[in-house]
């Protein structure tokens, strides 16, 4: 039975919305047997805490400012690396099911002469993965987004004969008398969409799933499964809509000193209007609802994949990642949405099964060590036994850790933010090229690092729910200053040559080899190269 990937994503999913995270009326049994057949890390951190970013850093394994795709629809750079050209010369086949919000770089395109519809250019365009069924939800009424056809197919089979079925049907419920209301806005989430359950995205996203596994036979694949929800519109249909009452609720986690005298950009994303609109309790009080629930069904379905697993015989040969690509604040911080910093946003969940024996010792265990997004290409590389190139992935394998032969990858993780996009950065009046967020923590100080204004600092072990900024505290003066060289470091790092390895460049060792082919600098006369010449042939076995 050849190795295989199953490498599931849901969209917006917080870290702690899982009964095995602590959550505590939300029970997700499925999700729960993975971490106890693998590992649970639990400190795992994106790369940018929004969709498009975040994913391309999950697909090239590399940070945001190395990889360019700095915020939503801005395109991927036709040169970068993703997963499936890793894996594509180890004989792996490397497709989609779902999501990936990735933008082609149409202009570096035309530029190499690569049409979109042949083989090489549908693959730089859909990431590097083989598109076997790309949904990346958003489709209103509009020409935003690229609409699944299939779905719209299948909607209409089904007896919906609605030209966007996606739009007025798995995300719009009725009102008593039979109005449409659209699942965009937050009030209309207690709503039960007007989809049959098996008809919403979940489920179907999931069973193409498992028609690709079906069909792809004994060749060794590895299927990004990447769930459209729990991201918004946040409605979900029956029996999910109604599972989750008030009392089952986790209390929004904020401060009214949080408000008193914030950051400015913090202020300013307080003051975005989806933050506004996470002030009123009632509406919260839906959407966290319709939130439980569409992870409720995700769970579910989850079951169902991986009894089909079983059932084909191949849960003993499958790797499977469990993900997603950043979190939802849902009210915590005065904030709606994602973008900034704080755990319930840059925080996610992170589960990986290793099926084979070198991974027994830590079955079942939750993991602390640092680990960031841009791990996972690099373990599934592993997996595969693909060769290293550090000198392009910037993240690290995670089966050392999972093998029992390591006991730490990292010292912190980073994440980054470009703002430029948002009206927070034009009420604060900042450049477009100043509008950008670092964070670093480095397991008990988070840091970030914010062009033109202060730091943010949060001390995660007094102040576990960050709720006090103390970068403005004289007192911890010497503290922003360790955390900003570590950053300095860092961003001081070779992360653009990676044409040419580490270990071709030391292959070339010394000038001589130039000096051979004739090109002699730096000599005074010929017997002091041909004594240079003797001795680095001496040396010679020495150095390999």
Request: one cysteine or more; hydrophobic letters at 35%.
């Amino acid at each position: 039975m050849p190795k295989n990937v199953l490498f599931i994503m849901c969209d917006q999913l917080r870290w702690d919305y899982l009964s095995c995270s602590g959550h505590p009326s939300l029970q997700t049994p499925h999700i729960d047997a993975l971490a106890k057949r693998g590992v649970r890390f639990d400190r795992a951190y994106v790369q940018s805490t929004i969709c498009g970013p975040s994913r391309m850093s999950f697909y090239t394994g590399r940070y945001v400012s190395s990889h360019g795709s700095t915020w939503n629809n801005v395109p991927l750079k036709v040169g970068e690396m993703t997963l499936g050209d890793h894996l594509r010369p180890l004989g792996v086949r490397t497709a989609l099911c779902g999501k990936t919000h990735m933008t082609a770089d149409v202009e570096g395109m035309k530029r190499l002469g690569l049409a979109p519809d042949s083989q090489i250019g549908a693959l730089v365009s859909e990431c590097g993965f083989e598109p076997y069924e790309r949904d990346d939800g958003l489709h209103p009424n509009t020409n935003y987004g690229q609409r699944n056809k299939n779905y719209d197919q299948y909607m209409n089979d089904r007896g919906w004969a609605d030209e966007n079925p996606w739009d007025s049907v798995a995300n719009s419920g009725e009102d008593d008398d039979g109005n449409i209301l659209s699942g965009w806005f937050l009030d209309n989430s207690d709503l039960a969409a007007r989809a049959a359950e098996e008809d919403s995205e979940t489920p179907y996203t999931t069973r193409r799933a498992m028609d690709f596994i079906q069909e792809a036979g004994d060749t060794p694949w590895c299927l990004h499964l990447s769930l459209i929800k729990p991201h918004w519109p946040y409605i979900v249909p029956a029996p999910y809509h109604d599972m989750y009452p008030p009392s089952t609720h986790i209390p929004v986690m904020r401060s009214n000193h949080e408000r008193a005298d914030p950051h400015p950009v913090f202020g300013a994303f307080m003051n975005e209007r989806v933050s506004q609109a996470f002030t009123n309790d009632v509406t919260r009080t839906k959407v966290i609802g319709a939130y439980m629930g569409l992870i409720k069904q995700i769970d579910d379905q989850m079951g169902e994949l991986m009894a089909f697993l079983d059932e084909k015989g191949q849960t003993d040969s499958t790797m499977i990642i469990f993900t997603s690509d950043h979190g939802d604040y849902l009210g915590d911080h005065w904030m709606g949405e994602k973008e900034l910093f704080h755990d319930p946003s840059a925080r996610i969940p992170l589960i990986v099964v290793d099926p084979r024996k070198e991974a027994d010792a830590t079955r079942g265990s939750v993991s602390t060590e640092l680990v960031e997004a841009i791990d996972v290409v690099p373990t599934i590389l592993d997996y595969f036994e693909g060769q290293k190139v550090d000198h392009i992935i910037e993240g690290y394998s995670l089966l050392p850790l999972m093998h029992g032969e390591e006991k730490s990858i990292r010292d912190f993780v980073i994440s980054e933010y470009d703002y430029s996009f948002r009206q927070a950065r034009r009420r604060l009046g900042v450049e477009i090229r100043d509008a950008k967020l670092t964070m670093l923590f480095d397991g008990r100080w988070k840091y970030i690092f914010s062009e033109g204004f202060r730091p943010m600092l949060f001390d995660l072990d007094s102040d576990p729910n960050e709720l006090i900024d103390l970068g403005d505290d004289p007192s911890h003066t010497s503290e922003c200053d360790r955390l900003n060289g570590l950053l300095f470091k860092w961003t001081r790092r070779i992360s653009q040559r990676t044409t040419l390895s580490d270990d071709q460049i030391e292959a070339r060792g010394t000038d001589l080899r130039e000096a051979k082919a004739g090109i002699i600098i730096g000599f005074p006369t010929e017997d002091d190269l041909e004594s240079a010449l003797t001795q680095a042939e001496a040396i010679q076995p020495k150095t390999r």
